[in-house]
Each structure stands twice: as C-alpha cells, then as structure tokens.
C-alpha cells in the first residue's frame, strides 16, 4: 500500500483529523439517482456529486444543479454504459469518435470495457472529454473536479494523461486513486487520497447499514473517499435504475440519523471536492 501523506495538511485540517469525502456518483444516469443524490447532499452525509452529462436525466440534473449552487459536483467522465437497455452516447457526433461507439451506435457496454479499451484512439477521447466539459460549461455550471465511471483512473494510462492535462485547463481536481495517478499527483504536491477507495457497489446489500456504522467506527486519520451511489425509489409504472437495491440501500444510510451521529460521535470531519480544487490549482504546491 502507498504510504500515506499528508492530505489533511494539505486541505488545512489537522494532521490527525479523519477526514471523509462522500461524493454521490451517477448524477444524470435516471430521475430517481437525480432526487435520491440530492437527498444524500441536502439531507445526508454526502457532500458532493458527480455528473453524467451522456445520460437521458442529465439536462434535469443540470437544472437542479444551477437551482442549488451551494453543492459542490464534478464531471463523471462516461466512456461506457451499464446495461443494453441505456441508451447513452457520446455527445460528440459519431464520425467524430467512431472508436468509442458499438454496433449499436451507442457506448460500450460495461460488460465490454476491454474491448473499448484496446481499440479507442486517445484523439477521440480527448474529444469526447472535451465534448462532456462543454456541456457543463455551457449551461453555466463550474465543476470542481472530474472522475471516471466505472473505468478506474480511465482504465488507460494515456486516459487518465488526458483527464489530468484536462483537469489544469479548466481548474478541478482528479479523483484518483490506483497508485499511478495518485503518484503522479503526490509528486506535485496535490492531495489524493490516503486510504482504500471505497466504490459502494462492493459492498453486500444484505447488513450494509452496520458495515458502514462500521466503516465510520474505524475510520483511520488522513482522507478516505467513498463513492456511494444513492436513489429514490422510482416513479410509479416506470422502470428502476440498474443497480437499483445498492442505491436504494445508499440513501437509507446515508440520510439516517445513525450515520449523522456516528459522524458526529466520532468526530469525524466531513469535505467535498472544493478543498481539494483550491490545492490542485493554487500554484502554491
């Protein structure tokens, strides 16, 4: 394991603090992961959220987003889709970016990330990339960081160059956490995490309530992220988000009482991604 550095230094807090960043992903992927993120932030412990601008519910999440400018986001940077009934593409038009399309016209599956990524051109990337900021930017919104759906640290070396090149250009952080990235990060001085990432998929449905009580009781000091993926239950007569148990469990916890005063009892400090925005970009590394 990467020996831990100095993070909470870094983002001003003390060096012994606990520190908990709880983004809510998947922003824009169905109505109710809209809503059920929202609650997380407004009435939970999440702080912040991730944005899929290639989504059917991502102009939706923009409005909410420009309605609410007290909650921090960041770009969910989306090369592939969950399931053959998701309809995303990319937002650049299809002869532009023909390695990142199937058969269908559409992105990837998930289920065929390997092959995506043994024949996508990293110009096309960049291009898509650039394609997903500017929808942001666009509608008026100011991101504080980018991330990658389901594809860790962009699943490429050249991917995760082109993110980071990205990132200086418009002023966000990098949600990194495989060792290349946060090496590349902890040599210039930037904060990344210092403990195991925690995606909420891997943990079991059944019991996940007392495995996060859990996870709260033996935070270790230094900055730990957790990816969670909440969601309301959807409107009647239409279909659930894929995934629908892990995020209808996430938002149960995370608007409980028990978890705001587990954070509380332990004295555990709760950020978002802007803390580390003002690091990535101050020059003063």
Not at 104 to 113: C, I, V
Request: aromatic share 6%; proline share 9%; glycine share 6%.
């Amino acid at each position: 394991m990467m020996r831990p550095t100095l993070a909470p230094e870094l983002l001003d807090f003390p060096p012994e603090a606990r520190v908990l960043l709880v983004n809510a992903d998947d922003l824009g992927m169905h109505p109710a992961v809209n809503r059920g993120v929202i609650a997380a932030i407004e009435n939970g412990i999440a702080q912040s959220c991730s944005l899929m601008t290639p989504c059917p519910a991502a102009p939706e999440a923009m409005r909410m987003l420009i309605d609410r400018p007290q909650i921090p986001f960041g770009i969910h940077l989306t090369l592939v889709r969950d399931t053959p009934h998701d309809t995303w593409s990319p937002l650049s038009p299809p002869h532009d970016v023909p390695t990142l399309i199937d058969t269908t016209g559409r992105l990837f599956l998930h289920a065929h990330a390997a092959q995506l990524l043994a024949r996508m051109r990293i110009e096309e990337v960049e291009r898509e990339f650039r394609a997903q900021l500017d929808a942001v930017l666009t509608a008026g919104l100011r991101p504080t960081h980018l991330d990658f759906h389901s594809l860790a640290d962009g699943g490429r070396d050249d991917v995760l160059d082109v993110a980071l090149m990205l990132a200086d250009e418009h002023d966000v952080a990098v949600r990194l956490w495989l060792d290349r990235g946060r090496g590349i990060a902890r040599r210039q001085g930037r904060p990344v995490i210092d403990h195991p990432f925690l995606d909420s998929f891997q943990l079991e449905v059944e019991g996940k309530a007392d495995r996060y009580a859990a996870l709260l009781r033996a935070l270790p000091p230094g900055l730990t992220e957790w990816a969670i993926h909440p969601a309301v239950a959807p409107a009647t007569g239409t279909p659930a988000p894929s995934g629908w148990q892990v995020r209808h469990t996430d938002l149960q916890f995370l608007v409980s009482a028990r978890a705001r005063e587990l954070v509380e009892a332990e004295g555990i400090v709760l950020t978002d991604y802007r803390p580390l925005r003002r690091v990535w970009t101050s020059g003063e590394r």
